[in-house]
C-alpha cells in the first residue's frame, strides 16, 4: 500500500488517443490508458473544449454558452468549423463578415463559470487552465491570423513558441506550490497545431514524440518535489486527421490503477474529491 500527498493532472487538449497508441508513446499511456466519453456539443455534433473542460472542472456535462441565442448566427458558425474553411477567403470570409455584422467579436475567450468546481473543494493549485488562469495566447495568435496580421508561417512559430514556453512554465511553477492535493496544468495548443497542421502528420507525430520525452521530465520533477504523486493525463477529444476535426473521444492515462476507471471525463471530479478525503490516498498495485 502506497500513499500519494498529490494528484498532478495534466491536461492536453486534443491529445489523440488513436496516435498515442499508435505511435506507442509509453511515457504518455503510462500504466493504464483508454478513450474516455466526453459531452459532445449538440449543435456542432462534436466535443468543444469549452463544453468539455467546464464539464471535467465541475463534473457534470454542462454546454457553455459561448455562442451568439441566434440560430442564423449558430448555423453560420457551424459551417467553417464543421468543413475547415478558411475564413479569409471566398465563403468563410462572407461568413466571417456577417458575423462581424451582428457583432460577434474576436479573438475569443472563455467565459467565466458561474458553478463550482474542485478547485473549490481542495488545496489546489491550477495552472493555465481554462475559466482560470489560461492566457489565451493562443486565441490571440490565432486572431492575428485570421486578420491577416501575420502569414501562416508565423502562425506555426507562434505556436511552437507558445508550446516551448507552456512547457518551462508547468516545471518553473512547481517550486511555487505549497500544501497542495492538487495540481492542474493545462495546455492548449496542440489543438491548434493539429488543426493547422492536420495534413502533415509527421509534423504533428513530431509533437506527440516531444510531448511524451517532456512528460517524463516533468514526472520525475513532480516526484523530485512531491513524492510519490497519482500522475494523470487527461484530453477533452481526439482529433480527425481525415476530416481536420475534433474526434469524439477524449483521452486518459495514469501511472497508477484508478479504481473505479474513469469512463467519462466527468468521472475524475468524483477520483480527485475521494482522493483529497482519504488523505492515505489510493493504492497502487
Ligand atoms: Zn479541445
Redesign the pocket.
Known amino acids: 500500500m502506497r500513499t500519494y500527498k498529490l494528484i498532478f493532472i495534466l491536461a492536453i ?2 491529445l489523440d488517443y488513436e496516435l498515442v497508441k499508435k505511435l506507442n508513446l509509453k511515457n504518455l499511456k503510462q500504466l493504464e490508458y483508454n478513450k474516455i466519453e466526453v459531452p459532445i456539443n449538440e449543435k456542432l455534433g462534436v ?3 469549452a463544453d ?2 467546464a464539464s471535467f472542472l465541475i463534473g457534470k456535462n454542462i454546454s457553455v454558452n459561448l455562442q451568439s441565442s441566434s440560430n442564423l448566427i449558430n448555423f453560420l458558425l457551424k459551417i467553417p468549423y464543421a468543413f475547415n474553411i478558411d475564413s479569409r477567403v471566398g465563403f468563410g470570409l462572407k461568413i466571417k463578415k456577417m458575423l462581424k455584422k451582428f457583432g460577434i467579436s474576436f479573438p475569443a475567450r472563455f467565459k467565466g463559470l458561474n458553478q463550482k468546481t474542485f478547485f473549490d473543494y481542495t488545496n489546489s493549485k491550477e495552472i493555465n487552465v481554462p475559466y482560470y488562469s489560461f492566457d489565451h495566447s493562443t486565441f490571440d495568435l490565432g486572431y492575428k491570423y485570421n486578420n491577416e496580421k501575420i502569414s501562416i508561417n508565423q502562425l506555426i512559430k507562434g505556436l511552437k513558441s507558445i508550446y516551448e514556453d507552456r512547457k518551462k512554465q508547468f516545471i518553473n511553477q512547481l517550486n511555487s506550490v505549497e500544501d497542495t492535493n492538487v495540481i492542474v496544468a493545462y495546455m ?1 495548443v496542440i ?1 491548434y497545431l493539429q488543426h493547422i497542421l492536420f495534413m502533415r502528420a509527421s509534423k504533428i507525430e513530431q509533437y506527440y514524440i516531444d510531448l511524451d520525452d517532456y512528460v517524463s521530465v516533468l514526472k520525475r520533477q513532480v516526484k523530485d518535489s512531491f513524492g510519490e504523486v497519482i500522475f494523470i493525463i487527461v484530453s ?2 481526439g482529433f480527425d486527421f481525415d476530416k481536420g476535426t ?1 474526434s469524439m473521444m477524449g483521452f486518459y492515462s495514469s501511472n497508477t490503477h484508478l479504481i473505479p476507471r474513469p469512463k467519462k471525463i466527468t468521472d475524475f471530479y468524483g477520483i480527485i474529491l475521494d482522493f483529497v478525503k482519504k488523505s492515505n490516498g489510493l493504492s497502487s498495485s
Do not use: G, L, R
Request: charged share 25%.
Open positions: 487538449d486534443a466535443p468543444i473544449s468539455v473542460w492548449h489543438d477533452d477529444h475534433h
